[in-house]
């Protein structure tokens, strides 16, 4: 079941975390997976049923940005 806020959906329910904000820390920390991202914010560290999800979000960010970017 996803829940959403606006137009965000929650992630992590345990700490209260949106696709938004993981987005967020991919597009302005750099990171690349769930190791980075738990050095940025507490997703994962209870019951985990997040981290699945918060890795397909982090991976298509990935994709996204790389399709904006200009090769050169
Ligand atoms: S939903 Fe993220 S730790 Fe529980």
Known sequence: MNYFIGSAMFVCMC??????QIKTAV???GVGNMRDL???MALGGQCG???ELAQ???D??????SLFKEVG
């Open 15 to 20: 700490f209260g975390i949106t696709d938004k």
């Open 27 to 29: 597009e302005t920390h």
């Open 38 to 40: 738990k050095k940025v």
């Open 49 to 51: 049923k997040c981290v």
């Open 56 to 58: 397909t979000i982090i």
């Open 60 to 65: 298509d960010t990935i994709i996204d940005e």
